[in-house]
């Protein structure tokens, strides 16, 4: 059974920062690009970011030069780094195995972070 759970969601002011984390089970980790979506009420998610299984990742514009994601194949685990978050940040933030170009087929419960300003 796949299996995606995140943690590290919270509160946090702007300008802040905030780790997330995401561990993977059920499917050969190794073998799939991971990422990182998110969504707020009302609205179709945003991919966030995606690393490779070698560790190259892309980002969404939005998000490039303050966040950071990484993996550990090893550990089945991967995270992604908030930094200098903004309110427009606010979301749920999922862990995602990736299907195609900012496209998934699997997916965690999500963990909501919310920035104040």
């Known amino acids: 059974q796949i299996r995606l759970m995140e943690s590290g969601g919270g509160s946090v002011q702007s300008g802040g920062s905030l780790t997330l984390s995401c561990a993977a089970s059920?499917?050969?980790?190794?073998?799939?690009?991971m990422g990182w979506f998110r969504q707020t009420p009302g609205k179709w998610r945003e991919g966030v970011a995606f690393?490779?299984?070698?560790?190259?990742?892309t980002y969404a514009d939005s998000v490039k030069g303050r966040f950071t994601i990484s993996r550990d194949n090893d550990n089945r685990t991967m995270s992604l780094r908030l930094n200098n978050v903004k309110p427009e940040d606010t979301a749920m933030y999922y862990c995602?195995?990736?299907?195609?170009?900012?496209?998934?087929?699997?997916w965690g419960q999500g963990t909501q972070v919310t920035v104040s300003s």
């Open positions: 995602a195995r990736v299907a195609g170009w900012w496209e998934y087929n699997y």
């Open positions: 059920g499917f050969a980790y190794n073998d799939y690009c």
């Open positions: 690393v490779n299984a070698d560790g190259t990742s």
